[in-house]
């Protein structure tokens, strides 16, 4: 298979563009487009076609019990795919959709098991980004989009890193630029009395709970280790994530000894030939021995630290690292999804100094 690339740059996109067209005919046919959003690029096909959906599974290397998100481009059009809109729901949708927040419903009946990883809930989202939502509006059905990436490694949020992994296996990339957060979308369950973050992102806990009063974490998300016997109710929560190629390890403690453990690591490394790598901060980047050292940002910027996290692990993978060592970024706001995707990254390898 050859894969087409379009470039959309722009504000002013439409779902009467040729280039719309050309790829929801793609959609509509059963096929795979990689698209931009503002979260990551998606994976994109038909979220109501059972077959387009296992060649999104098939694409990635994807395990099959793990649900895939609906994408639609107005609020209106959730009410074909779930079975009902609690209340809540609707503040939550009023006050950040479209943007970068997933809400788990019952599905309805339409909603082929193949989309939802065989459970009987769907999560859905309505993306801001103006070329996704053309693409769903002339696409004329709901787009299931994981992550544009092969699973478990970390999620694009150029085309560049979508052309590495997908390359071959899916007709068309659409190309509209750098994505915005750089972190996938925040994922609340809907369906129980009290909304539960099942995926922490952009739009943190404190933000949701303006809107609705209390709102619960799931337990998973701040585990230290991974649950072999979790069902996953949502994208990520089951599997090892935005890996790199190289092992990776995270340093937590007050800044002076972080940097002085990792510097003690790389000169043992160093001593044994290998090749390190350092994910920190602006602050501390000039302290540091390794033999590539990547700034993630200041940490008063923690959305210029989620921008750049997964550029930077695919970066390492580029300079053919051997180990990278990465401070740690926990905090009450977006740390707290920063954190859940190094954590996974590392294979939740963290040490405490």
Not at 148 to 165: F, I, M, Q, W, Y
Not at 312 to 339: H, K, P, Q, T, W
């Amino acid at each position: 298979m050859i894969t087409k690339i379009i470039n959309v740059t722009g504000n002013e996109v439409s779902s009467n563009d040729d280039w719309a067209k050309e790829a929801a005919q793609v959609i509509r046919a059963g096929g795979l487009v990689a698209f931009p959003t503002e979260t990551v690029y998606g994976l994109g096909a038909n979220g109501l076609d059972e077959e387009a959906a296992k060649k999104i599974y098939a694409a990635k290397g994807r395990p099959s019990d793990n649900p895939l998100i609906l994408h639609i481009s107005e609020f209106s059009e959730i009410k074909d795919i779930v079975k009902s809109v609690p209340d809540v729901a609707k503040k939550l949708a009023d006050a950040f959709w479209p943007g970068p927040m997933t809400m788990v419903f019952e599905k309805a009946d339409i909603v082929p098991y193949g989309t939802t990883g065989g459970l009987d809930t769907v999560a859905v989202r309505c993306p801001s980004h103006s070329v996704a939502r053309a693409l769903i509006k002339a696409s004329g059905v709901p787009i299931a989009a994981p992550s544009a990436n092969a699973s478990g490694r970390p999620s694009p949020t150029l085309a560049e890193h979508v052309k590495e992994d997908m390359d071959g296996k899916i007709e068309l990339i659409i190309d509209g630029g750098a994505c915005d957060v750089g972190l996938e979308s925040t994922i609340v369950d809907v369906t129980g009395p009290v909304p539960m973050i099942l995926r922490p992102g952009y739009i943190t806990k404190a933000m949701l709970e303006k809107v609705v009063g209390k709102v619960e974490v799931d337990p998973v998300i701040v585990a230290t280790k991974p649950d072999p016997n979790l069902k996953p109710k949502a994208p990520g929560m089951k599997y090892r994530h935005y890996a790199p190629k190289a092992d990776m390890t995270i340093f937590e403690g007050k800044s002076e000894d972080v940097v002085s453990r990792i510097n003690a690591e790389t000169e043992r490394l160093h001593a044994e030939g290998k090749k390190v790598g350092v994910m920190c901060s602006e602050e501390t980047k000039a302290m540091y021995k390794g033999d590539v050292v990547f700034s993630a940002g200041k940490r008063s910027s923690e959305a210029e630290v989620a921008h750049n996290l997964f550029n930077i692990l695919r970066e390492f993978d580029e300079c053919n690292v051997d180990y990278i060592f990465a401070e740690s970024f926990e905090s009450d706001d977006l740390g707290m999804a920063i954190m859940n995707r190094l954590i996974k990254a590392a294979g939740y390898k963290k040490t405490k100094v």
